[in-house]
């Protein structure tokens, strides 16, 4: 698969709320391609994941 098929196999797996599957795509298409819109989707998931995880932990 080229980076642009991993980058969109990243955004289905986000569609189905499948993070870890979806940040695997997208490092693979970062890989491929450092210039991938793969860069801000990971940047974007990850953040989106740090700040719900510091949620749970704050009640």
Do not use: T
């Not at 797996?13 to 795509?25: E, P, S, T, Y």
């Not at 490092?27 to 450092?34: F, Q, S």
């Not at 793969?38 to 740090?50: F, N, P, T």
């Amino acid at each position: 698969m080229n980076a642009e098929e991993w980058y969109k196999e990243g955004n289905l797996h986000r569609r189905h709320q499948n993070w870890q599957g979806a940040l695997d795509c997208y490092r693979k298409a970062i890989e491929l391609d450092e210039a991938s819109p793969a860069v801000h989707a990971r940047q974007m998931l990850l953040d989106i994941l740090e700040f719900y995880n510091k949620d749970m932990y704050n009640p």
